[in-house]
């Protein structure tokens, strides 16, 4: 039962295809427990490669921890609560590039269920040649978000 401590469900991709774009990988999820402030945790351990039809890979790895810091006055419906995220992850992108990407422990991820993007917390992405911060605001539900690169700020939308 994923309501034990150190309950663990395991995903693993097999003969998964995608526009005939093989996905492999395996995904860990753990449940914790309560933490400090008595909110469930999860951590979850990600290893993905999608290998495109011409042989090139996108590669994700990706340790983090998903906390439920509110239940919307709803504890029995658990697609609508929210969630705080943090970790970080790495790999390679489309174009080959190895990156790595930090959710900052100061200003988590928050996302509430039924809305489709993060509506706070900061990420900041890594290449070999630049550095971003996005963050996704304050809080308010919207699609927007801000990218910051060698100290220019410009704000864009995001999109599905």
Known sequence: ?????????????SDFFVNDNAVKGSKIVT???LNTSSQPYWTIDASD???????????WNSERTRTR????????IYWDDTYSITGASSGLNAKGVA???VIQDTNPLIISGN????????????????TVLVDYGDGTKDA??????NGVTKQFNLKK
């Open 1 to 13: 039962k994923m309501t034990i401590a150190n309950s663990t469900r395991t995903f693993v991709f």
């Open 31 to 33: 449940y914790k427990g």
């Open 49 to 59: 490669t999608i290998v495109h039809t011409d042989g090139t890979k996108v590669i």
């Open 69 to 76: 810091i509110a239940t919307n006055d709803t504890p029995l």
């Open 99 to 101: 990156y790595t990407m």
């Open 115 to 130: 809305f489709p993007y993060f509506t706070k917390g900061s990420v900041v992405i890594t290449t070999d040649n630049k």
């Open 144 to 149: 927007i978000a801000t990218a910051t690169i």
